[in-house]
């Protein structure tokens, strides 16, 4: 019974995980990029761009698999995507805004105390596609 009972218990946390709201007020926010950064739950960088850059950066997020805009578009100067992981539905939020001629981008993950840099690998491999892109 008590076996049960924790197998209960993990695959409703599961269901929690994968089916949990996730509410555009709370993650489509200001990402606050000063510098770049790398930290245990996530990533912020900033680089130069503008429109063109946003819309390009947009075209590469979304071929990314697992991933979809949660709200916003390029046209708004802001945008946040969901990128859920393979197996378990682990959501990660990526919010990227225009400034004045930079690119602001702040990935981070809802759940855990670490991301174990999927959230900078993530980025960074956008960010190496955008440069190569633009050459």
């Not at 555009?24 to 200001?30: C, L, M, R, S």
């Not at 805009?69 to 378990?88: E, F, H």
Request: hydrophobic share 40%.
């Amino acid at each position: 019974m008590f076996f049960w009972l924790i197998v209960l218990v993990v695959v409703a946390g599961l269901a929690w995980i994968r089916l949990a709201p996730s509410d555009p007020e709370v993650w489509n926010v200001d990402p606050k990029v000063t510098a770049d950064q790398d930290l245990a739950s996530g990533v912020r960088r900033r680089i130069p761009g503008g429109e063109d850059s946003f819309e390009a950066l947009h075209r590469i997020v979304l071929e990314t698999p697992r991933t979809e805009v949660l709200a916003g578009s390029p046209g708004d100067g802001r945008v946040t995507y969901i990128t859920r992981s393979l197996w378990m539905g682990f959501p990660d939020y990526t919010t990227v805004q225009q400034g004045e001629g930079s690119l602001e981008l702040y990935a981070r993950q809802r759940f855990g105390t670490s991301d174990m840099g999927v959230n900078k690998t993530r980025v960074d491999d956008w960010l190496s596609r955008l440069s190569a892109a633009a050459e």
